[in-house]
């Protein structure tokens, strides 16, 4: 099970989880989790809104802003965030399971 930060906020169940198209999604429209340290004002709301996309892509701007202010230990929060942006690249990544099927590969240089 892929990793998830859920709350309630006005009484509304929120499940934030982020997702391979929704990683891809952000960095198509510019998202750059490198920036995170030098362009925190912009890349951290960014990288919390981006976590809406998989579950609640339909929420505004404007309440995403107020849940993100409203929330505790935010130190926490973006570490959990920045874990959470990771794995399905790190899945992306991973060596298959030894199964029948797979697909070998070797270089001709």
């Not at 409203?70 to 959990?80: A, Y």
Request: proline content about 4%; hydrophobic content about 40%.
């Amino acid at each position: 099970m892929s990793k998830q930060l859920n709350f309630v906020f006005e009484d509304k169940e929120y499940n934030l989880e982020f997702t391979r198209r929704t990683v891809s999604e952000m960095e198509k429209k510019g998202f750059i989790a490198s920036e995170i340290t030098d362009k925190p004002m912009t890349t951290l709301p960014a990288l919390f809104a981006g976590a809406f996309l998989a579950h609640h892509r339909f929420v505004k701007q404007d309440v995403i802003d107020t849940i993100f202010s409203k929330l505790t230990n935010k130190e926490d929060l973006i570490g959990k965030l920045a874990e959470m942006y990771n794995e399905p690249i790190m899945a992306l990544v991973e060596e298959p399971e030894e199964d029948k099927g797979n697909v070998n590969w070797t270089a001709t240089w």
